[in-house]
């Protein structure tokens, strides 16, 4: 009975972690569901390019309001029922778009759709870091982007289905499962701790929770990473299609690269999160961008489609994987470092990432426009540089804490360098010695 009992916590748990990475590839199915309609939508409703360039950046456009606007809900509503309302928005937004025949609707449309995709992952995320053990928080974390990703893989499967049948019938069945999926998390009670902060955190505005994350470590350089990533996938969307096609390569084979590298980044995910579980995040980040840097610089080089194809999906899936998960993951660790709400890091990814995609494609393509498709990848891959060199430089309380307790013979057992569970020394001056530290 009692073995019984111990299970009930686990077996919640998993059915959690099911349910979160369930509605987090429903919602990037749904994003990049768009792409195999545009030619549709262009013969319909006789749009041009910079009408249909609108509708494209209404997503990210409205994950901006969205993040932020999700943050707020959850800090004073809970993480299940900000991803209840985000669910059902998202669910009216779909099905709404697949009736409507307005441009300007459309466009509405598809910013709603951005804005409750805010609440999705603001909600969602913050719920699944906020029950999940340390010492598994790593794994649930790249559990929940490997299945974004694979979500972005049935996209444009779900868009092509959506010319065929017309989006009427196809948009308005998926917002039917947007509602179930909405059921399905209110099944799940709300976690205890997702929006709890320290006693003083009534007190504290919002920037005094920020900057006191930023104090701890760790998450200012993922936040700056999270916002690097989606600059660099931005980019690559635009300059890599065009540099293919001027190759020779059919436009199958384009969309079969893209394919590749998500699925690569979806097998690596799990791995990724485990390995910050066992290692620490800090050196998985580093890896991913020592990896990174080399590829990135020379992705739009090659003359020979065979080789830029290769290499591209390479450098779309695998190295900024490996930094992305451990980026999160120090910002997770950060704010409870500073007792603050978790949801102030998640709330920070959604609107690092949706500012990063919003910049890093028009940013590309004109910059590309002046001085080549090999500038704009040199540069971020320059940047990646720079912050590969500033996470070796910078040291966390966890790490000096962890070389304290070393120092002092009194070290945990259970204190590994980067992980969030590393705790002080219970000898003679540990808590003396770590307050001066968190302070420092």
């Not at 990049?32 to 262009?42: C, F």
């Not at 490996?322 to 890091?345: G, K, N, Q, S, W």
């Not at 990848?377 to 990646?384: E, Q, T």
């Not at 000096?400 to 070290?411: D, E, K, P, W, Y």
């Amino acid at each position: 009975m009692s073995l019984l009992r111990r299970n009930r916590p686990a077996d919640g748990l998993a059915a959690l972690i099911r349910t979160v990475r369930s509605l987090l590839l429903f919602e990037s199915a749904m994003y990049s569901a768009l792409t195999p309609v545009l030619p549709h939508y262009a013969r319909v409703l006789h749009a041009g390019k910079p009408a249909l360039g609108l509708l494209v950046a209404g997503y990210p456009a409205g994950l901006i309001p969205g993040a932020l606007f999700g943050g707020w809900l959850a800090a004073r509503q809970g993480v299940r029922r900000t991803t209840i309302a985000g669910l059902v928005g998202f669910g009216i937004a779909i099905a709404g778009f697949g009736l409507t025949s307005q441009i300007v609707a459309l466009d509405l449309l598809r910013v709603a759709q951005g804005a409750f995709c805010g609440l999705i992952w603001g909600g969602g995320l913050t719920w699944l870091i906020a029950a999940a053990p340390v010492a598994r928080r790593g794994a649930a974390i790249g559990g929940a982007i490997g299945a974004a990703t694979f979500g972005t893989l049935l996209g444009p499967l779900l868009g092509t289905l959506a010319v065929a049948l017309g989006p009427a019938v196809v948009f308005c069945a998926t917002g039917v499962v947007s509602f179930a999926l909405a059921a399905w998390a209110a099944s799940h009670p709300e976690p205890a701790r997702a929006g709890q902060a320290g006693a003083d955190a009534p007190t504290r505005t919002i920037v005094a929770q920020l900057r006191a994350a930023l104090a701890a470590g760790g998450y200012g350089i993922g936040s700056w990473l999270i916002l690097l990533e989606a600059i660099f996938f931005g980019a690559a969307g635009v300059l890599l299609p065009l540099r293919m096609a001027d190759l020779g390569v059919p436009g199958w084979a384009i969309g079969a690269t893209f394919v590749a590298a998500s699925a690569l980044s979806t097998a690596l995910s799990p791995l990724i999160g485990r390995g910050v579980d066992r290692r620490g995040a800090r050196r998985a980040m580093t890896g991913g961008l020592l990896a990174g840097v080399p590829l990135v610089a020379v992705m739009m080089v090659p003359h020979d489609p065979v080789l830029l194809v290769g290499l591209a999906i390479v450098a779309l899936g695998a190295p900024m994987t490996a930094a992305t998960i451990p980026a999160v993951t120090l910002m997770t660790e950060a704010t409870e470092r500073a007792d603050v709400t978790l949801i102030i890091a998640t709330t920070t990814v959604n609107l690092a990432y949706a500012v990063g995609e919003t910049i890093g494609a028009p940013f590309a393509a004109s910059l590309s426009s002046v001085a080549g498709d090999l500038l704009p990848l040199f540069l971020i891959a320059a940047l990646m540089a720079v912050t590969f060199l500033l996470a070796r430089r910078e040291r966390t309380p966890e790490l000096l804490l962890s070389s304290a307790n070393l120092r002092g013979g009194t070290a945990d057992a259970d204190c590994t360098p980067g992980a969030a569970a590393c705790r002080p020394a219970r000898g003679p001056g540990g808590r003396k010695r770590r307050s001066q530290l968190l302070r420092r």
